[in-house]
C-alpha cells in the first residue's frame, strides 16, 4: 500500500516514541511471533501472564471433565436441546433442521462417526446463536442383514465351540507357539522397514491358515466393551437393537452434542410407530409406480442355487452388481485356422467398457497374450458365439445370455495368442477394420478379458499402442505385424477444455509418460483424462456432436444397446466366496425394485438438485453423476430384520429403501413416541401404532385427505402437523461422500416422488473419510478410537476443537491427537486468564469463585485494566480485530467451514489480544474492551466447544445459556489503522532480528556469557519512494479505475 503523509508521520511517532523508548525490553522479549503466512498450527500460543500452576495434561483434561460433566447435566436438567414448533397463534421465529444418517447399531461409535457428526452439531449449534429454533435429532438404524447375520454367526459359534467359546486358533502346538516367537522377535529386531514404521506385517501364520482369517463374533463384541457373560445374549437378534443404542446416546451427550432426544427411535417392524411409517411410504411409491417387480441382477451362488445376501458370505460382505456394456466387435471372415471350428457362425470379441461413449475411437482390442479364452454360444440373435474368458461366461450364464441358464460349455478354446492379429469389425468407429493387440496388463479378473482400445482418449490404451509403434522387438515377440499397427492413430472425438481433442496423448505428455509400465503415473492420468472428459467433455463427432459428454453417455449406450451392437452385462464390483466356498456370480434373479433412473423421475430429482445448497462444487458433481448411473435398486430381502413389505409379506424393505424420508418421521416421533425408542409405550399424545393408518400419515405429511374416521383426536392429529409443518424440509444432511452414491440420492428420489416442491431437501453438505494420525483407522492395525475413549482421552472439547481443525469438504480430513492434546493446553489457560481479568476488573460471582476455588494460580504479571473510552491507537487497533474476527467466524460458519471459523474465531483472535497485552503492557488494558473480548469470544467458540463457552459466559456473570446467546453485531473496521498496527508489528521482529544478528557478532562465537545489551539504536526512515517505485506506483495509480476496482 502507498503510504500517506497523514501514515507516515503516524507510524514516525509511535515507532520513534513509543517503540524506541522501549526498544531494548522489546527486543529482549522471546519472539511474539511474526505471523506472515504462516497457518494456524505455528500460530503462537495465548500465552497467559499468569498460568496454572504447572501440571500434567491429565490434571487439566480433569479440571474441563469436571466441568464439561456438570455443564451436560445443566442442559439435560433444562432441556436445552428440545425444540417444539410455536405454539399456534405464536410467532413462528426462524427455523433450522439439520440431519445426519442414522448408524447401524452393531457397535459403538467411533471417531469416524463422530466426525461427520460434529459437522451437523457444529451447524446447529450456530444457527441457534443466529436466533433460530435449531433442531438436530438422532435416529438408530437396524434394518437389513448384518444384525442378523451377525447374530446367527453368533449362536453357531456357541454351539461349535461352547461358552466362552475355545477357537481352534486359540489351541496352539508347540510349532505355532515357536513361530509366534520368532514373528514377534523379527518384529522387534525392526524387519518391518520394508513398510510403515511401526506397523509390523508378517507373512500369514500357521495359526492364522487354521481360521482362514475368520473374525470371530464374539471377539468382535469383546472389542466393542460387551462382558462376557452378556455376550451370549447376542445370539438373538432382538437383543442387538436394545443394546447398542443407549451407549450410543450418552456416548453422543458426553460431548455435548446438541441433540434432541425425544425424537429418537429404532428402526424394523420391532418399533412398531416406524413401521406403520415405512408400510405407508411404499404403499404411497407403489401407487406412483415407482415399485416394479421383475428379473434383477443378484450376486448369486450357482452351488447353492440362489441369492448369496451378505449374511451368506465368507468374503465380499457389501459387494453389489457392477453394470458393463459389452461391445460386439464382429471377425472378419476368413477365419484363421485356430478358429476354424467357428466357420459358419457369426463370432465377436465382447469388449466390457464402462465409456461406451468413446467407441467413436476404436483403434484395436487388446487381449492378455497368454490368457485362456473360449467361443460361447448365446442365445441372441440365432446363437451369435461370444468370445470371452470363461468366468465371464459363467456369469453370463445366468443372466439369460448363454444358450441354456447356467450352462456355458465353450465350442471351442484359445489362446489369447491365437487371437492377435485377428481382424475386426467395430461399431461406430472410423476405421473398416481393427486387430486384436496385445496388452499384458488385461486382466482374466474383471470384465470378459477382451478389452476395447481407445488411446486418443484412454492414456494406458495410448501409450501401449505407442510401445507397439516404436518397438519393432515387441512386436516380433507376440508376432504383430507393422500394418496390424503403424497405419492406426489416435482418433479425435472428444474435446476437453485444456486438454484438447487428443486428451490422452497430451496427458502423457504433461506427466512424461513414457511407457506403458507407468502403472502409478497412468493411474493419475486416466483419473485426469475420465473426470475432466465426463464433466467437461463436448462430442465432435457423430450424431450427437456437440452434446456434453455426460449427457450423451446413456444416448449412445442405449443406441448401441437397442441397434444390436452391444448389451448389458453384470458380474460383482469385487470377489464374492460364499460361505459353501463358492464363487459366486450374478445372476437375474425376480425382485420387488425401485425404478430409480426411470426419466421424468430423474428429471425431477435433478430439478430439485438445482435447487439444493451442496456447499462444495464436487459434491454437485458426484450427485450428477450418481442421479446418470444409479438405476433400478432391489428394495427387497428375504432375510434380515426391517418392515414387510405391505403387499409381499414374504419379502422384508431393505435398508437403503426404508432410511430415505424417515427426516419426516423426526418431527412427529416425540409426539408418538417420547423417546422410548422401540415404541413400546404410547407418547404424550397417547396415540397407538394401530391407530396410525395410511390416510392419518397421508394427510400429515402430504395434505391428503382428512382422515375423518380416525380415532385421534383432531387437536392431536393438528399438533403434529403443526411440527411437521413448520419443521419440513430438512435445513441441511450431513454424511460421508461415500453415501452420495447411493443412500443420499435415493433421499432426493424419494421426496420428489412422495412430497410437494415446498417439502424438498434444500441443503446437503458432505465430507470425506477421517484419518487419525494420518493414517487410515483401524481395529486391526490399533489406530482406533471410539468415541467414548476420545471424550475420556481428550475431553469432549478437546476432542471437538480437534475435529473442528481436522478439516473440510470432500477430501479426507485429519484428526491429530497433538492438536487436541494442545487444545486442552489452550482452553485450560484461557479460563484462567479468563478468571483472571474478570477478578480484576472486579466482577464476583459463584462461577468465578467456583473456578478460583479449583486451581492455583501463580502470579505473574499483573492484569492492569483501564477504565474509560477505548479511544488509543491500540485500543482501536484491538476493536477492528474483534469486529473483523466476529465477520470472518461469521462467514466461514456461514459456509459450514468449521476449520475456518476456529482459525478466525480461536487461533487469529487470541493472537490479536496476545497483541494487545503487549502493547499495552505499560498502560493498561481497556476494561470494557477485553471484557468485550471475552464475550466475543465465548460465543464465537460456542458451537465448537460449547462446555467451554457456556462456563466463561457463566462466570462473565451472564444470565440463561451462552447455547442462546445472539451472534455479536461486527462494528466498523478500521483497515487502516490495522495496516498501521501490521507494519508497527513488522518493524518490531526487524528490530528484534537485527538485534539478535548484532548481539551475536558482539559477543563472538566462543562467548558462554548472556548476550551484550544495547544501548542505543537508529531508526533510518526514508520520506520517498525511490524513484522506481515511484514510477512503478504512478503508472499503477493512471490505470486503475475506481469505479469497477480493477
Given at each position: 500500500h502507498r503510504p500517506t503523509v497523514n501514515m507516515k508521520s503516524h507510524l514516525l511517532w509511535y515507532l520513534i516514541n513509543y517503540y524506541l523508548g522501549t526498544l531494548t525490553s522489546l527486543l529482549v522479549r522471546p519472539t511474539e511471533g511474526h505471523q506472515g503466512?504462516?497457518?494456524?498450527?505455528?500460530?503462537?500460543?495465548?500465552?497467559?501472564?499468569?498460568?496454572?500452576?504447572?501440571?500434567?495434561?491429565?490434571?487439566?483434561?480433569?479440571?474441563?471433565r469436571k466441568i464439561e460433566v456438570a455443564i451436560q447435566k445443566e442442559w439435560e436438567d433444562n432441556k436445552v436441546f428440545e425444540e417444539n414448533a410455536p405454539a399456534p397463534g405464536e410467532e413462528a421465529p426462524p427455523k433450522y433442521f439439520a440431519t445426519f444418517p442414522y448408524p447401524y447399531m452393531n457397535g459403538r461409535l467411533h471417531l469416524g462417526h463422530t466426525f461427520t457428526v460434529s459437522k451437523a452439531d457444529f451447524a446447529t449449534g450456530y444457527q441457534r446463536l443466529r436466533g433460530k429454533r435449531a433442531l438436530f435429532p438422532f435416529g438408530f438404524h437396524c434394518t437389513g442383514m448384518p444384525i442378523k447375520a451377525a447374530s446367527d454367526k453368533l449362536k453357531l459359534e456357541i454351539q461349535n465351540y461352547g461358552v466362552p467359546?475355545?477357537?481352534?486358533e486359540d489351541t496352539k502346538t508347540a510349532e505355532e507357539l515357536a513361530e509366534e516367537a520368532r514373528e514377534k522377535e523379527e518384529a522387534q529386531k525392526g524387519k518391518a522397514s520394508e513398510v510403515e514404521v511401526g506397523v509390523f506385517k508378517s507373512k500369514k501364520s500357521k495359526v492364522a491358515a487354521k481360521t482362514g482369517g475368520i473374525v470371530r463374533n464374539w471377539r468382535i463384541l469383546q472389542s466393542n466393551g460387551v462382558p462376557d457373560d452378556l455376550i451370549p445374549h447376542f445370539a438373538e437378534s432382538e437383543y442387538w437393537l436394545s443394546y447398542f443404542p443407549p451407549y450410543c446416546k450418552t456416548d453422543l451427550q458426553s460431548m455435548g452434542a446438541g441433540i434432541d432426544w425425544r425424537r429418537s427411535f429404532i428402526t424394523t417392524d420391532k418399533n412398531p410407530y416406524y413401521d406403520a411409517f415405512v408400510r405407508w411410504q411404499f404403499e404411497k411409491l407403489l401407487a406412483a409406480d415407482k415399485v416394479k417387480f421383475g428379473k434383477r441382477h443378484t450376486v448369486f451362488s450357482p452351488f447353492d442355487g440362489q441369492p448369496c445376501m451378505d449374511h451368506d458370505r465368507a468374503d465380499g460382505e457389501g459387494v453389489g452388481p457392477q453394470e458393463y456394456t459389452l461391445v460386439k466387435m464382429q471377425v472378419q471372415e476368413p477365419f484363421p485356422t485356430a478358429l476354424a471350428a467357428l466357420a459358419g457362425h457369426h463370432v465377436y470379441l465382447v469388449a466390457g467398457t464402462l465409456r461406451p461413449e468413446t467407441m467413436y475411437g476404436q483403434t484395436n482390442c487388446w487381449v492378455l497374450p497368454e490368457g485362456r479364452y473360449g467361443a460361447y454360444e448365446s442365445r441372441l440373435n440365432n446363437g451369435e458365439l461370444y468370445i470371452c474368458t470363461e468366468r465371464c461366461a459363467r456369469n453370463m450364464a445366468f443372466q439369460e445370455i448363454t444358450k441354456e441358464d447356467g450352462k456355458f460349455p465353450p465350442i471351442a478354446t484359445f489362446s489369447g495368442q491365437d487371437l492377435i492379429g485377428l481382424p475386426l469389425s467395430a461399431p461406430l468407429t472410423s476405421y473398416k477394420t481393427v486387430y486384436v493387440l496385445p496388452m499384458l496388463t488385461v486382466s482374466e479378473e474383471k470384465g470378459t478379458g477382451i478389452v476395447t482400445s481407445v488411446p486418443s482418449d484412454s492414456p494406458a490404451d495410448f501409450r501401449a499402442l505407442q510401445d507397439l509403434k516404436e518397438k519393432a522387438p515387441l512386436r516380433?515377440?507376440?508376432?504383430?505385424?507393422?500394418?496390424?499397427?503403424?497405419p492406426f492413430e489416435p482418433v479425435p472425438i472428444i474435446n476437453i477444455p485444456g486438454?484438447?481433442?487428443?486428451?490422452?496423448?497430451?496427458?502423457?505428455?504433461?506427466?512424461?509418460?513414457?511407457?506403458q509400465n507407468d502403472a502409478k503415473l497412468l493411474d493419475q492420468a486416466k483419473d485426469i483424462c475420465y473426470t475432466k472428459g465426463f464433466y467437461e467433455g463436448e462430442m465432435i463427432v457423430g450424431p450427437l456432436k456437440g452434446t456434453k459428454v455426460k449427457d450423451a453417455k446413456d444416448m449412445i449406450r442405449h443406441e448401441l444397446i437397442t441397434s444390436g451392437q452391444a448389451f448389458v452385462y453384470a458380474e460383482p464390483a469385487d470377489k464374492v466366496v460364499s460361505r459353501s466356498g463358492d464363487i459366486c456370480v450374478i445372476a437375474l434373479v425376480d425382485q420387488w425394485y425401485l425404478n430409480y433412473g426411470e426419466p421424468v423421475w430423474r428429471a425431477q430429482a435433478e430439478e430439485c438438485l438445482k435447487g439444493m445448497e451442496t456447499y462444495t462444487q464436487e459434491t454437485r458433481d458426484q450427485f450428477e453423476i450418481a442421479l446418470k448411473n444409479i438405476h433400478q435398486w432391489a428394495c427387497s430381502r428375504t432375510y434380515g430384520l426391517g418392515t414387510r413389505i405391505p403387499w409381499a409379506q414374504e419379502y422384508l424393505v431393505e435398508s437403503l429403501s426404508d432410511s430415505t424420508i424417515y427426516m419426516a418421521y423426526y418431527a412427529v416421533a416425540h409426539l408418538l413416541q417420547g423417546g422410548v425408542i422401540d415404541g413400546s409405550q404410547p407418547g404424550p399424545l397417547g396415540i397407538t401404532p394401530e391407530q396410525m393408518t395410511s390416510p392419518v400419515w397421508e394427510w400429515l405429511f402430504c395434505n391428503g385427505a382428512y382422515p375423518a374416521d380416525s380415532a385421534i383426536p383432531r387437536a392431536s392429529l393438528e399438533k403434529m402437523k403443526q411440527e411437521f409443518e413448520y419443521w419440513y424440509p430438512v435445513d441441511v444432511r450431513v454424511s460421508g461422500r461415500d453415501l452420495i452414491q447411493n443412500h443420499l440420492t435415493f433421499w432426493i428420489y424419494n421426496h420428489v416422488a412422495l412430497f410437494g416442491k415446498d417439502k424438498h431437501p434444500k441443503g446437503v453438505r458432505t465430507n470425506g473419510f477421517m484419518l487419525l494420525n494420518s493414517r487410515k483407522m483401524s481395529k486391526k492395525d490399533g489406530n482406533f478410537v471410539t468415541l467414548h475413549d476420545g471424550v475420556e482421552k481428550y475431553s469432549a472439547d478437546g476432542m471437538r476443537f480437534a475435529l473442528a481443525n481436522a478439516g473440510d469438504g470432500l477430501e479426507d480430513a485429519n484428526f491429530e491427537e497433538s492438536v487436541a492434546d494442545n487444545a486442552i493446553l489452550r482452553l485450560h489457560t484461557q479460563m484462567i486468564w479468563t478468571l483472571e481479568v474478570i477478578q480484576a476488573s472486579g466482577v464476583k460471582n459463584a462461577a468465578t469463585e467456583a473456578i478460583a476455588a479449583a486451581v492455583t494460580i501463580i502470579k505473574?504479571?499483573?492484569?492492569?485494566?483501564?477504565e474509560g473510552p477505548a479511544d488509543t491507537f491500540h485500543d482501536r487497533v484491538f476493536e477492528s480485530e474483534i469486529n473483523?474476527?466476529?465477520k470472518l467466524t461469521e462467514e466461514a460458519y456461514e459456509r459450514t467451514q468449521f476449520r475456518d471459523a476456529l482459525k478466525s474465531g480461536f487461533f487469529d483472535f487470541q493472537n490479536a489480544r496476545d497483541h494487545y497485552r503487549t502493547v499495552t503492557e505499560g498502560a493498561g488494558m481497556n476494561k470494557g474492551l477485553i471484557l468485550r473480548f471475552i464475550e466475543v469470544q465465548a460465543i464465537l467458540i460456542t458451537p465448537i466447544c460449547p462446555h467451554f463457552a457456556e462456563q466463561v459466559w457463566k462466570m462473565l456473570g451472564k444470565s440463561g445459556s451462552v447455547?442462546?446467546?445472539?451472534?455479536?453485531?461486527?462494528?466498523?473496521?478500521?483497515?487502516?489503522?490495522?495496516?498501521?498496527?501490521?507494519?508497527?508489528?513488522?518493524?518490531?521482529?526487524?528490530?528484534?532480528?537485527?538485534?539478535?544478528?548484532w548481539q551475536k557478532a558482539k559477543a563472538g562465537k566462543k562467548s558462554t556469557g548472556p548476550p551484550p545489551k544495547a544501548t542505543e539504536a537508529t531508526i533510518n526512515v526514508s520520506t520517498s519512494f525511490p524513484e522506481w517505485q515511484r514510477v512503478t506506483l504512478d503508472y499503477l495509480n493512471e490505470q486503475y479505475d475506481e469505479g469497477s476496482r480493477d
Open positions: 503466512g504462516k497457518g494456524m498450527s505455528e500460530s503462537s500460543s495465548s500465552s497467559s501472564s499468569s498460568s496454572s500452576a504447572a501440571a500434567p495434561a491429565t490434571g487439566k483434561r480433569a479440571f474441563l467359546p475355545v477357537f481352534p516380433a515377440k507376440f508376432q504383430v505385424k507393422d500394418e496390424w499397427v503403424l486438454l484438447g481433442n487428443l486428451s490422452a496423448p497430451q496427458t502423457c505428455a504433461d506427466l512424461k509418460i513414457k511407457s505473574g504479571e499483573q492484569i492492569n485494566l483501564v473483523k474476527a466476529i447455547l442462546h446467546a445472539r451472534w455479536p453485531v461486527a462494528g466498523p473496521v478500521d483497515e487502516l489503522a490495522l495496516r498501521e498496527s501490521e507494519y508497527l508489528k513488522d518493524s518490531v521482529y526487524n528490530f528484534r532480528t537485527k538485534l539478535g544478528v
